[in-house]
């Protein structure tokens, strides 16, 4: 696997301006130029544990659509935690707890996904659960028009088959991934490895970062025949 080194801004610049061509593709192919660009939302997944700090790739990418006269929406997957009493239901480092119960999916569906879909309102819920009070976080609903690009962020995004237009996976070595997470946090690397052996995000995934040294990333780049 060839990998290039790249900043995190040049790679986000890259990923806008895939966006935006893939979004004038549709456009074109649709036949609708009635709407103008944008008559649909784009959905963008950045994938990596927490070590991985996928929010930077996030943020930078945000910036780069709003350069371009984009509306952007930012939605964490943090902010989708299922409340502590069924996090631990089984404990408080239950790896199969971890990957399968810890993230309310469905609710991810039902208020981020969903709105995005073809005939959706566009009212999505920025986060739902505050895993610090353990309580609902009561956020209003952001409106995000159509032409949009919602970026959803965090751990284990490609097990579940959200509907994503373009995915990116940040993935770290055994051993960067060991020293980057918490000690607090460190009984859920079994878990990352399990995901890395059952899922093979770095293959799912359109494009690979790879981030040991977070100061100098490599990917793969866009990999042809991987992106609508």
Do not use: C
Not at 8 to 20: I, N
Not at 36 to 56: E, F, L, M, N, S
Not at 77 to 94: C, K, Q, T, V
Not at 146 to 168: E, K
Request: hydrophobic share 40%; charged share 25%; no cysteine.
């Amino acid at each position: 696997m060839q990998l290039e080194a790249i900043t995190w801004q040049r790679m986000a610049e890259r990923l806008a301006g895939h966006l935006d061509d893939n979004d004038n593709d549709n456009e074109k192919g649709s036949g609708e130029s009635e709407t103008g660009p944008g008559d649909r939302w784009q959905r963008v997944g950045i994938d990596g544990a927490p070590a991985a700090r996928t929010g930077v790739l996030a943020a930078e990418l945000a910036d780069a659509l709003r350069l371009r006269g984009r509306s952007v929406l930012v939605v964490a997957a943090e902010g989708f935690l299922r409340p502590a009493s069924l996090r631990f239901e089984f404990g408080r480092e239950d790896v199969d707890s971890y990957l399968d119960g810890w993230y309310d999916t469905a609710a991810l569906w039902r208020e981020v996904f969903g709105p995005t879909d073809p005939g959706g309102t566009g009212r999505v819920l920025p986060d739902l659960w505050d895993p610090a009070t353990d309580r609902a976080t009561r956020s209003p609903y952001a409106e995000l028009p159509p032409g949009g690009v919602l970026i959803v962020h965090g751990p284990l995004l490609l097990s579940h088959w959200f509907p994503f237009d373009l995915s990116v996976h940040i993935g770290l070595s055994p051993g960067a991934l060991a020293r980057r997470t918490e000690e607090s946090a460190r009984w859920t690397l079994p878990a990352f490895a399990r995901y890395e052996a059952e899922t093979a995000p770095a293959d799912r995934a359109d494009a690979l970062v790879r981030a040991d040294d977070p100061r100098h990333p490599a990917w793969t780049g866009l990999r042809p025949g991987r992106t609508g």
